[in-house]
C-alpha cells in the first residue's frame, strides 16, 4: 500500500535550518512529483513547492524562493524539504504529498511534521 | 499570482445540504480539487477534477465548477462532516499549486 512516513518533529532556533524528509513505499517514486505543503497553527493550508522526483526539477512559492530547497534521493525514494533562516513565523505542521501530474490532486498525503521555532 | 477566495464559515443543520464556494478567476478552466481536513489529521481528498469522488466518498459529495466559481456540494449532513475544507487547484501560468483559504463547515 502507499505510504508517506515523514521525519520527526523538530525544534530550531530562529536563524537555523531545518530538513524534514519523506519517504515513499508502495509505489513507483519517480512516477509522481511530490508537494510540499505548511500549515501554521490554526491556519489553513500554504502550498510551498514541488519536485519532480525522476528529473529533481522544481517550482516554489515565490515567499519561499530563497529559503527552500528541495530535493531527492532515488536510492532511497525520499524527498526532503529544507528550509532556512527560520523565523517564528516558519512554526507549523509540514506535509509532504504525491501527485501523479501537476495539474492532478494529492491523493496521499503523510503525516505531517512539526516545526517548531523558538528561542 | 492566482487567488483562490472561500468563506471562512459556512453552518449547516443535520440533513440539509452544505455549499462551500471558491472564487477564482475563470477558475472554471481549471481543475479544481477538494479537501477535508479534522482537526490534527492531514487532508483528505474528497472530490477531484471538479466532480469526480475517489473510492470511499459518499456520493453525499459531488463538485461543481463553472466560471468564475467552483462548489462544493456535501448533501444530507452529518455531524461526522464537520471539518475544514480547501479547495485547490495548479495555476499553469505560474507552475505553482494553489489552495483556498479554507471553509470551516459546522454541523449545528
Known amino acids: 500500500q502507499v505510504q508517506l512516513v515523514q521525519s520527526g518533529a523538530e525544534v530550531k532556533k530562529p536563524g537555523a535550518s531545518v530538513k524534514v524528509s519523506c519517504k515513499a513505499s508502495g509505489y513507483t517514486f519517480t512516477s509522481y512529483y511530490m508537494h510540499w505543503v505548511r500549515q501554521a497553527p490554526g491556519q489553513g493550508l500554504e502550498w510551498m513547492g514541488i519536485?519532480?522526483?525522476?528529473?529533481?526539477?522544481?517550482s516554489y512559492a515565490q515567499k519561499f524562493q530563497g529559503r527552500v530547497t528541495m530535493t531527492r534521493d532515488t536510492s532511497t525514494s525520499t524527498v526532503y524539504m529544507e528550509l532556512s533562516s527560520l523565523r517564528s513565523e516558519d512554526t507549523a505542521v509540514y506535509y509532504c504529498?504525491?501527485?501523479?501530474?501537476?495539474?492532478?490532486?494529492?491523493?496521499?498525503w503523510g503525516q505531517g511534521t512539526l516545526v517548531t521555532v523558538s528561542s | 499570482s492566482y487567488v483562490l477566495t472561500q468563506p471562512p464559515s459556512v453552518s449547516v443543520a443535520p440533513g440539509q445540504t452544505a455549499r462551500i464556494t471558491c472564487g477564482g478567476n475563470?477558475?472554471?478552466?481549471?481543475?479544481v480539487h477538494w479537501y477535508q481536513q479534522k482537526p490534527g489529521q492531514a487532508p483528505v481528498l474528497v472530490v477531484y477534477d471538479d466532480s469526480d469522488r475517489p473510492s470511499g466518498i459518499p456520493e453525499r459529495f459531488s463538485g461543481s465548477n463553472s466560471g468564475n466559481t467552483a462548489t462544493l456540494t456535501i448533501s444530507r449532513v452529518e455531524a461526522g462532516d464537520e471539518a475544514d475544507y480547501y479547495c485547490q487547484v495548479w495555476d499553469s501560468s505560474s507552475d505553482h499549486g494553489v489552495f483556498g483559504g479554507g471553509t470551516k463547515l459546522t454541523v449545528l
Open positions: 519536485i519532480n522526483p525522476s528529473g529533481g526539477s522544481t
Open positions: 475563470n477558475i472554471g478552466s481549471k481543475s
Open positions: 504529498g504525491r501527485v501523479q501530474g501537476v495539474i492532478m490532486p494529492i491523493d496521499y
